[in-house]
Nanobody
Framework: QAQLVESGGGSVQAGESLRLSCTAS????????RGWYRQAPGKQREMVAT???????IYADSVKGRFTISRNNADNTMYLQMSSLKPKDTAVYYC??????????WGQGTQVTVSS
């Protein structure tokens, strides 16, 4: 089992920035994909950004140009740098890591609130 712990959420004003962190521990060998997802009240969880083990990234259209996913292999940490935040970015943000054969791990979630 792998354990993911997120940090960095909070309340900000529109236009400000936040950086989320996700540190993995435990059985992290074989992680192929890393990603950030979010879930706003009353809505389904949606993909925000993902990164394959080779470094290729995919972003949701709504965050392209504003959010950046990155990782630090030295300490098994993944980041989501969020800039130019908007009220519609308000959600609980979850980090996710996937191995092959459908093995998937989730963090506990961190709240991001953006006020206008």
């Amino acid at each position: 089992q792998a354990q993911l712990v997120e940090s960095g959420g909070g309340s900000v004003q529109a236009g400000e920035s936040l950086r989320l962190s996700c540190t993995a521990s435990g059985s992290i060998a074989g992680i192929m994909f890393r990603g950030w997802y979010r879930q706003a009240p009353g809505k389904q969880r949606e993909m925000v950004a993902t990164m394959a083990t080779g470094g290729s990234t995919i972003y949701a259209d709504s965050v392209k140009g504003r959010f950046t996913i990155s990782r630090n292999n030295a300490d098994n940490t993944m980041y989501l740098q969020m800039s130019s935040l908007k009220p519609k970015d308000t959600a609980v943000y979850y980090c996710n890591m996937k191995k092959l054969l459908g093995v998937s791990y989730w963090g506990q979630g961190t709240q991001v609130t953006v006020s206008s």
